[in-house]
């Protein structure tokens, strides 16, 4: 072939792959870009399209080195440095990335990016003086060009000191990009300020301030534009403006009818929002109009909010085997697993070993970590969270602990991952000395951040659930790691040095379904000492008058099968009794329609059973005055929900299963000392509900005083739990960390 020949397949070949990485094709794109350059191998373009492409496929080191030949080729390239720096970034080295950033201003000093990139990189370090030059040079080079510029740079900024944890001052930048702002059309116009006002709406939330956020998102749902509509329903939803979420998402149909991510985004919040049967309905129109590749994680959501927990974790394990290695469906499956009847404890156990033991390949060392001695200073403890907001259940065990901390011995920093910001994220923040917000940060920025804080013991609080950072910790981001309170049993995650529980949650003798080291705390592993009001029913002798109501206030996901047959079982054996079932799906008719058929398939007369929807949480907390005695769901037991019940007088028949999540209802009641409704198997489940619903009296008269009790506990003793808590952290420390 002659150099001409070369020259127009490689040609051709660049072609193809340009346009496959217009369409997402990021394999095909780079198979393309290398014929090309198997053709011509000096194709200047062909090897930045490689790099992109090896960027996209997530391989950093391969595009890291394509960015640098394509650089040794031409070093004019002003687009090459730029990315070459976002990459860089994205590694978490960022004195490259300034350095490339400074050579692409070098190239073309009459650009905009790379002064914003920069201002973004050194906001980053703390450099606050020379961000904001970078960010003035950057406005002044925008302003040269147009006023869209302008607005892209003070838009841009003011997302990214946001993602910084500094509302107040991206204010600022969204103002200025709101002034700059400028369309022929009225409706462009309003598309153009909605992007805005909803990231200045979530500046406002940050700051507390829900009426000013509202007034911004109620200007922005004028928009007409299908992503900016999206965007803002899926904005609205994390932010617990549930119904405003729904109505937007019902516009956009509206608006797109023939539009199948409008149907798929509206099926995903009414499933979120547990209306599961119009969620079905809406899913199979999107079907109708496109193939949906999420369709299955959907479904198995479904199943999952409905109680078909086999069925989720079917689909989950179908939806891990079919991705890549590193599939967020992993984490879905093994939470599905707690949920099931089917596997045993050390299937459960065996489960999580196997859908995780490849996190850790290349993981760091912990010999790797330098860090001073303990002697002479403080410990540094940090936790990964993204759950301190209202109702969460980390936010409700962890703000006693928090205030409670020994700052004379903790140096404590809050990587918050989040992006649901209230009151309660506010209350968390003035509660730690160094909060940080990362939720924009990848693993590896992430590891780097943490290593260069010096953190000494890193503490997980989620585990498999919504938003975790269990890559970072299998990747090992600390010299010391634990998980606590947000996941109730082992993570199977490599790395994870330490689980805390307590003598009945992880009795001696469990070590086998760990692949953690287990720490044990005094009395119980939760403490619940809420920091609210919550006013003591009066549970009077006239209560010993009505009928006897059984309840549970748990989500359908734990009324398994197991369960529902154990408490038909329970409504036999106590005549007369009623069952009270509370949980957020049932505001959805078609939620209660399941249950009543499974219940009557199990001989339940439905006129003896309440379904109830959710109210605040002090509303919630009042209706535990209308349930004498609270049934534990099996196998994964109540653990707010029964903590918050015995706090309202409520106490709970429960069972002592075989691991974590079926062992945490005979934790509670052991500690409060009353063992006696705690059963060994169903039927002394079904008899421990027989026995103390027979004597009204005996029940009233521990209703009456079971807070007192309760308080008088050193397991319901916020300070002694801290302390206990604190031992156990130096006591991983100075267990697996010889410089500690």
């Not at 709406?201 to 509202?214: I, P, V």
């Not at 000395?433 to 780097?448: F, I, R, S, Y």
């Not at 059973?609 to 099996?634: H, N, Q, T």
């Amino acid at each position: 072939m002659n150099a001409a020949t070369n020259e127009t397949t490689a040609a051709m070949a660049f072609n193809e792959a340009n346009a496959a990485y217009k369409t997402g094709d990021w394999q095909q794109a780079l198979l393309c870009a290398e014929n090309a350059l198997a053709a011509h191998a000096g194709l200047v373009p062909a090897h930045f399209m490689k790099a992109r492409c090896l960027v996209k496929l997530g391989q950093a080191i391969a595009a890291r080195e394509a960015f640098a030949q394509t650089l040794r080729l031409d070093a004019g390239q002003f687009s090459v440095w730029l990315e070459a720096g976002h990459l860089c970034k994205q590694m978490g080295e960022l004195a490259q990335a300034s350095a490339a950033y400074q050579r692409a201003m070098d190239v073309s000093p009459q650009r905009f990016e790379a002064y914003l990139a920069m201002a973004r990189v050194m906001a980053q370090q703390g450099h606050t003086e020379l961000a904001n030059r970078a960010y003035n040079e950057a406005v002044q080079k925008a302003a040269a060009k147009d006023q869209d510029a302008v607005r892209q740079v003070h838009w841009f900024m003011g997302q990214y000191v946001l993602e910084l944890g500094h509302a107040q001052e991206s204010l600022n930048c969204f103002n200025e990009a709101l002034k700059a702002t400028r369309a022929d059309k009225p409706e462009d116009l309003a598309n153009l300020a909605a992007e805005i006002q909803m990231d200045a709406a979530k500046a406002w939330l940050r700051l507390g301030q829900r009426d000013k956020a509202m007034r911004l998102l109620t200007l922005a749902s004028v928009a007409t534009q299908e992503s900016t509509l999206s965007r803002l329903a899926a904005l609205s939803f994390r932010n617990n403006f549930w119904q405003e979420a729904i109505e937007i998402s019902r516009r956009c149909v509206a608006l797109y009818p023939q539009s199948s991510w409008a149907h798929w985004n509206l099926a995903h919040l009414l499933a979120e929002c547990w209306q599961m049967h119009e969620a079905e309905l809406v899913l199979q129109q999107a079907e109708a109009l496109a193939p949906m590749p999420g369709a299955r994680s959907l479904r198995a959501a479904v199943a999952g909010k409905v109680g078909d927990a086999d069925q989720a974790l079917a689909l989950y394990m179908a939806l891990a085997k079919s991705e890549d290695k590193d599939s967020g469906y992993a984490s879905s499956a093994a939470m599905s697993s707690l949920y099931s009847d089917t596997p045993t404890a050390q299937q459960v156990a065996d489960l999580h070993r196997d859908l995780f033991a490849h996190w850790g390949d290349g993981a760091r060392s912990r010999a790797s970590f330098v860090r001073a001695p303990l002697s002479g200073r403080r410990l540094k403890l940090a936790i990964v969270s993204a759950d301190f907001h209202h109702q969460h259940p980390v936010n409700i065990f962890m703000q006693p602990v928090l205030r409670e901390l020994d700052r004379s011995k903790f140096e404590l920093t809050m990587y918050f991952v989040g992006d649901s910001h209230d009151e309660q994220t506010a209350l968390a923040r003035t509660r730690t000395e160094h909060w940080v917000e990362v939720g924009a940060l990848n693993t590896t920025q992430l590891a780097k951040r943490i290593d260069a804080d010096g953190i000494d013991v890193l503490l997980d609080m989620a585990g498999h659930t919504s938003q975790h950072r269990m890559q970072l910790f299998a990747q090992r981001a600390a010299p010391v790691q634990m998980t606590y309170l947000g996941y109730p049993g082992s993570t199977g995650v490599p790395n994870m040095d330490f689980i805390l529980g307590d003598a009945v949650v992880t009795p001696e003798g469990c070590e086998r379904l760990y692949t953690e080291q287990v720490l044990r705390l005094p009395g119980t592993v939760f403490c619940y000492a809420p920091e609210d009001d919550y006013p003591y029913p009066a549970h009077e002798a006239a209560t010993a008058q009505r009928p006897l109501t059984f309840g549970s206030f748990n989500n359908v996901p734990k009324l398994t099968p197991r369960t529902l047959a154990l408490w038909a079982k329970v409504l036999a054996a106590v005549p007369d009794s009623r069952l009270l079932l509370k949980a957020p799906s049932f505001s959805d008719e078609a939620a209660q329609q399941i249950f009543t058929e499974r219940l009557q398939a199990l001989g339940v007369d439905m006129a003896r059973v309440e379904f109830r929807g959710p109210v605040g949480l002090s509303d919630m907390m009042a209706e535990y005055a209308d349930v004498d005695i609270a049934l534990d769901p099996v196998p994964y037991n109540g653990g707010t929900t029964s903590l918050q019940a015995m706090w309202m007088g409520v106490p709970v028949v429960t069972q002592m299963g075989a691991h974590f999540v079926s062992r945490m209802g005979a934790s509670f009641m052991t500690a409060a000392g009353l063992s006696e409704w705690v059963a060994q198997d169903d039927e002394d489940y079904v008899a421990i509900a027989q026995k103390m619903a027979k004597d009204r009296q005996a029940l009233v008269k521990l209703k009456k005083g079971l807070r007192q009790r309760l308080k008088k506990n050193k397991a319901w003793d916020v300070v002694a739990h801290t302390r206990a808590l604190e031992a156990a952290i130096v006591q991983a420390a100075s267990a697996t960390h010889d410089p500690l």
